[in-house]
């Protein structure tokens, strides 16, 4: 009897490695899934945006808070409960896939699960490119005569990127501005 290790043990153990191993894959797994579901040649940069790794990190709290219910207590309001915790999981796995930012040759868009904003470039008035000296990474505001659209650069911004969002706009005849930081 001694030898043998009990469930709550190996479950527990199993909660444990799931929250070590798990912060790798929440940090990667989001950025993977874009880049996979949503390529196409058009893109110049396309990006993640941050609340798909606030998800992918809530459904790693809640694996984890899951594994720990079923180790603690063998019920079936614990299964249930963990069965309806696998559901939402599976929902913020599936919500995280909705959500992209693409600057392409020809279109803007920012989509979440529930809104697309899809911006021309032809609809595109100016390009203004914000940096701060002190930081290491600026932010392009792209303004239409309706709205503005921010996106922060990130590291997948690179000089042929950058390169890129400048030959589109200069070939549109769109206002290219670059400027300091007022923040």
């Known amino acids: 009897m001694l030898n043998k290790k009990s469930t709550r043990a190996k479950i527990g153990i199993i909660a444990i490695a799931v929250g070590f191993i798990g912060i790798i894959f929440a940090f990667f797994l989001p950025t993977v899934m874009t880049e996979t579901l949503h390529f196409s040649k058009d893109n ?5 945006p941050k609340n798909n790794l606030i998800i992918s990190l809530t459904s790693l709290v809640l694996i984890v808070a899951t594994l720990i219910l079923l180790a603690l207590k063998h019920t079936k309001l614990t299964y249930s409960l963990a069965t309806l915790m ?5 929902g913020f796995c599936g919500w995280t896939l909705t959500n992209y930012n693409a600057i392409q040759n020809e ?11 899809i911006v021309m470039w032809t609809d595109i008035q100016a390009v203004i490119y914000e940096y701060n000296y002190e930081l290491p990474y600026g932010k392009y505001i792209f303004q ?3 709205d503005e659209i921010t996106i922060h650069e990130t590291m ?3 000089t042929e990127e950058k390169q890129r ?9 769109i206002a290219f501005i670059e400027r300091e930081s007022s923040e």
Do not use: H, P, W
Not at 44 to 48: A, P
Not at 86 to 90: K, M, S
Not at 165 to 173: F, G, H, K, V, W
């Open 156 to 158: 997948k911004f690179g």
């Open 44 to 48: 110049i940069v396309l990006l993640t």
């Open 107 to 117: 279109q803007i868009i920012l989509k979440s699960y529930n809104n697309e904003q």
């Open 144 to 146: 239409t005569a309706n």
């Open 165 to 173: 969002i400048y030959s589109n706009a200069r070939s549109m005849d």
């Open 86 to 90: 696998i559901i939402a999981i599976i």
